[in-house]
């Protein structure tokens, strides 16, 4: 029942506006997405990701849904329909990077519907992309989630990210530039890749909004971004423990969240 979800709204009179699915619990990687929703003033009700989804929940009033390195065998087939209708309706969906996210090692959601929903084409084979050597977020273009955040005068980093390829339907807004580094005669020496992957595609389905970023929200993918910002912020949701992380950063994910579900 959804009594039995772990709630955690701002104010007891405003209706719940997220549905956040994964990042493993509150306590673990959960504890990022939840405390920067908290610290903003987004309503959500969290489920873990080794919780099923109950079908009762597609039927709730939320603006949208996060799924964020949660199992897609959480979903039933009807399940799934029912998101697809939804959305289709208006309700919105993200979807954040991990293992269990878009493709990974399993080929979690290739074959769902979310390949129609998502404004991104997942590979057919194990996506996830490590990267030991520097790895810098790249605007491609304005857009309202990005607000006035310094990505060119300040260009954070990241460790790693699903690949995928956005869709002629999609925007691609933000970009994952890889470099190769060498150090030689005492200097460091880089070379981008020619291409960046996209690393933050937005679009729509129907009336929905849908969102697909390819890092994660938390360590260890997040890299520096996590701490991207000129000053810090420290928050906690209820259940979960406290984060301190980068201003931007915290901005940036809220920015996401409200647009994916017109707040």
Known sequence: MLEKLKRTSILASMKTQILYLGDTALKEAAC???????????????????????????????????????????????????????????LGLLMLG???????????????????????????????TNCAQPCLVEKMTEHEILGKLPFDACTPTIGGFNL???????????GARRFRVRHEGGEFYF???EKAAPLLVAGSFGEG??????????????GGLVDWGDSRVTAQAAGSVGIEVGNWYATFFANLVRWVGKI
Do not use: C
Request: aromatic share 14%; glycine share 8%; net charge negative.
């Open 98 to 128: 991990g293992w269990e996210s878009y493709t990974g090692p399993t080929g979690e959601y290739t074959n769902t519907v979310l390949k129609d929903i998502l404004p991104v084409r997942m590979q057919a084979t194990d996506d996830r």
């Open 209 to 222: 909004r849908v969102g697909a970023f390819a890092s994660d929200v938390a360590p260890h993918w997040v």
């Open 191 to 193: 070379e981008a890749y």
């Open 32 to 90: 990022y997405l939840s405390g920067v929703m908290t610290y903003f003033g987004i309503s959500f009700d969290y489920v873990p990701s080794d919780r099923k989804v109950e079908s009762e929940w597609m039927e709730r009033d939320y603006r949208a849904v996060i799924i964020s390195d949660y199992p897609a065998a959480n979903f039933s087939s009807e399940q799934f329909q029912r998101l697809s209708q939804r959305v289709q309706g208006g």
């Open 164 to 174: 995928f390829e956005a869709k002629e339907t999609g925007r691609t807004i933000l």
